[in-house]
């Protein structure tokens, strides 16, 4: 086995939880890792670093981080990883989520989260990515 087939065995999969207000990023690691998720929480400038030094099997888009941020992210996730699944959170409108496999308001019940984390990571819904070309 080469060393980077090693390295890359070893990364931890996570849900990779994004965004600017680090109260809302706080509240959904909580919410998530009380669940039992591995969750690794980071700015949009930390994003692509997080992901490249774990496994993200799931990421998390805060309500403020720009469409354009979130789609530069979401394009590198799923060039290194096509099952990558993406929820995009939102306030008062859910624009530009073309890519995500799910869509929830920042005040869904915890519940909810947890249950679509759970959905979209058993399998549940297909990927737009996989569904694609």
Do not use: C, W
């Not at 992210?73 to 799910?102: K, W």
């Not at 019940?109 to 737009?128: E, F, I, R």
């Amino acid at each position: 086995m080469s060393s980077r087939a090693f390295r890359r065995s070893k990364r931890k999969s996570v849900v990779l939880n994004i965004g600017i207000h680090q109260k809302h990023l706080s509240v959904r690691e909580t919410i998530l890792s009380g669940a039992g998720f591995p969750v690794v929480s980071a700015s949009v400038e930390e994003a692509l670093a997080a992901a490249a030094e774990n496994d993200v099997r799931l990421a998390i888009f805060g309500h403020l981080v720009h469409p354009s941020d979130r789609l530069k992210i979401s394009i590198a996730l799923r060039r290194r990883s096509p099952q990558v699944r993406l929820v995009v959170m939102y306030d008062d409108s859910a624009r530009h989520t073309e890519a995500a496999d799910a869509v929830l308001q920042i005040n869904v019940p915890p519940a909810d989260l947890v249950h679509t984390v759970q959905y979209l990571l058993s399998g549940g819904a297909t990927s737009v990515a996989a569904t694609s070309g």
